[in-house]
DNA sequence: TTGAAAGCGGTACCAG
DNA sequence: CTGGTACCGCTTTCAA
């Protein structure tokens, strides 16, 4: 049975030399052609052209890099398990926005990841071995070891999400505060008085910031803030459902949720309806995100929106200008958040 | 205000001339320590071993792989958009299985996607420039453009599922055709008689053999196929709410749905429901995959279990033989499913 | 066990 | 506009 294209294997890569031979000029000429200078006559021009066509040229892109010092590549690091990773749409919409950006320069996006500690080390080592040009890290818990050593070893390196420690580490984040602010203050405006909150993990800025927006809402409205009421999730749905079903039993009584993400709060709607309480009627819910699932939901979600796609594109301009100017400081950008209105409140 | 670890920007990484200068030995001797060889002096080795840890010393990867011809990192290229990519459960537990045979042998995993042309030409470039030593192809659809480039350029492939043309590229598929008969044969036993299904996409392997494992199944049975009964999908979920209406609307009268994935019967669930369609009481259905969301629809899903975790080890394990036997021809692996039977049926 | 030196495949400077 | 050539940082003979 005969299949197609049953090629001879791995005829070893063709290299400069060789198209420069076949093309009857040198090496440096056939540099200067695949660089599109403009130092190069039509003549010679044409027949490099021709030679790489037949030969099936590809630059070697560690010999290239190996001189030029780059590697036109930028990694995405995730933190993150892969379930949690290819769960959750946030991720989705930031790649998007990111490789929009890089792709208008040409340069490719790797995905990495990592969890266990020999993953984590030898990723450390893949970045700083020179693989990429710059890193975005998404994610990041607690711990600030490999932002870090990536900044020591010169690789220029940019946040999503501010770091929860004083690391001057270039970042772009969204105003989490404000956009929990928000949501709670609306809660309240519309006479709800025992707001509880599913907060996000403590050792992530958008955890902790949704949570201090949350506590600052309630102070300026004079609602006492109170314990009981706030239980913490991981922004997955299964712990959304989790907590839902705490705060319930804790506080029978409650009247409003703010979960600091849609997910949970999807989790949390779920919780309520087996439970017979009616959404809005008896809670409101609001989420955060206004990823697609909130349009999904029965309620559909009231939440918080990000400009996500914008954020990973933010990200990567960040880390444009990080490479172009190695001096320019550390970096930080904001983005403003908007309250969506839908069913659930 | 002060924070912490304010480095000194980008102080160049040491090369292992300065190693060798710190330590005292030459460069061959730093390189015998770096890649563990035996025939190195303790002393020679702990004074470059301390030598290592004193500057930060990182090889250089390029410099590195431009003589040994490797790379130590795999790439795992999946040509779907990021948002089906982040949507499908699939792909997170197949990167699970793949990652771990990697991180086994101390090989970095690169997740890259690519959907424009213009990507897929950096794409291209970028595998076959020496960025990596081996590809895992996921989710490629009928074109066969890139592995076959992959191949003829020496660059070591393996499919996850079978090609839908005559190529000669080795691949890890599941028994599709077998797991689909499966299905099929179980609701005809159940008495069910006007069995619809929904398919996948006619230009991937999983898309056509599930069809056609439905259509042997009935064929078996002596139960006539209509056209009328079958309308395909992507394997998104919006797809399966989509097709389901379409099939209701043109056989009001079918028993039984059998789709091409969990996704997809999650979203047909989802419109019986509205439609006030009983499960399994008027319709039954039965989905594949065995995702995790098989178990969160209500009622639970029966359907197929692919070995999906297993899919990707065996990826990685057949493309790690087939770099270390670079002349060992085509492999080709079938995967066993098997039903499981929930409350949908 | 160690060091000297020859590349690996490019780029870029310097003459011409 | 073109060619010659000196590196880039590392591995790997080959001799010592």
Not at 12 to 33: D, K, L, M, Y
Request: net charge negative.
């Amino acid at each position: 049975m005969t299949e197609i294209d049953d090629v001879e294997l791995a005829r070893s890569q063709p290299t400069i030399e060789q198209v420069a031979a076949a093309a009857g000029v040198s090496r440096a000429t056939v540099s200067r052609v695949i660089n599109g200078s403009p130092k190069v006559s039509d003549g010679a021009r044409s027949a490099v052209s021709n030679a790489v066509e037949e030969l099936g040229y590809v630059p070697n892109r560690a010999a290239r890099s190996l001189v030029t010092r780059r590697t036109d590549s930028m990694a995405l690091v995730v933190e993150e398990s892969e379930s949690r990773l290819f769960a959750d749409p946030f991720f989705a919409r930031t790649v998007r926005g990111m490789s929009g950006v890089l792709a208008d320069r040409d340069l490719q996006l790797v995905l990495l990841m990592a969890q266990s500690t020999s993953e984590r080390a030898r990723l450390k080592r893949y970045l700083t071995g020179g693989h990429i040009d710059g890193v975005l890290l998404l994610s990041h818990h607690g711990d600030y070891e490999l932002p870090l050593s990536l900044k020591r070893a010169g690789v220029p390196v940019v946040l999503g999400g501010r770091p929860t420690s004083r690391v001057s580490i270039s970042y772009v984040d969204a105003d989490n505060v404000g956009g929990a602010h928000d949501a709670v203050t609306f809660l309240v405006e519309q006479g709800r008085r025992r707001v509880a909150t599913i907060s996000g993990p403590s050792d992530m800025g958008a955890g902790v910031d949704r949570l201090r927006g949350y506590r600052a809402a309630l102070g300026e409205a004079n609602v006492a803030y109170e314990e009981g009421l706030v239980h913490p999730g991981d922004f997955t749905r299964e712990s959304g459902e989790e907590a839902m079903k705490v705060l319930l039993e804790r506080r029978p009584d409650l009247d409003a949720v703010f979960a600091a993400s849609d997910l949970m709060a999807a989790g949390a709607l779920r919780v309520l309806k087996e439970q017979d309480r009616s959404v809005p009627g008896d809670v409101a819910v609001v989420g955060f995100d206004d990823s697609a699932i909130a349009r999904t939901t029965d309620p559909q979600l009231t939440t918080i929106r990000q400009p996500v796609e914008h954020f990973g594109r933010e990200m990567a301009h960040m880390l444009l200008r990080q490479i172009e100017t190695p001096d320019g400081g550390v970096q930080k950008l904001v983005l403003e958040t908007e309250l969506v209105i839908r069913g659930s409140t």
